[in-house]
């Protein structure tokens, strides 16, 4: 059984940075692309990041510059490096498994106050 937990969300001024990680199991998690994604109330869900097996990365328009996703295969475990934080970043940030998107964490809230 496929299982992604998220963690590392919380409350943080503008211009401060949060780090996300998400634990995953029940995958051969070195051979599968990781990613991230976010939602805010009466909103789509909206890609964040991802990142493949080898490494490459992809990033929304909207973060390039400020996000950094990584991946530690050893520890089975995705992470979101948010710096500059803007108030428009607060959403429930979850992670997936592109490209099927079948399986999602329970997601972690994060809220940029200005």
């Known amino acids: 059984q496929v299982q992604l937990v998220e963690s590392g969300g919380g409350l943080v001024q503008a211009g401060g940075s949060l780090r996300l990680s998400c634990a995953a199991s029940?995958?051969?998690?070195?051979?599968?692309?990781m990613g991230w994604y976010r939602q805010v109330p009466g909103k789509q869900r909206e890609l964040v990041a991802t990142i493949t097996s080898g490494g490459n990365t992809n990033y929304a328009d909207s973060v390039k510059g400020r996000f950094t996703i990584s991946r530690d295969n050893a520890k089975k475990t995705v992470y979101l490096q948010m710096n500059s934080l803007k108030p428009e970043d607060t959403a429930v940030y979850y992670c997936?498994?592109?490209?099927?998107?079948?399986?999602w964490g329970q997601g972690t809230q994060v809220t940029v106050f200005s």
């Open positions: 997936t498994i592109p490209p099927q998107r079948t399986t």
């Open positions: 029940g995958i051969i998690f070195s051979i599968n692309a």
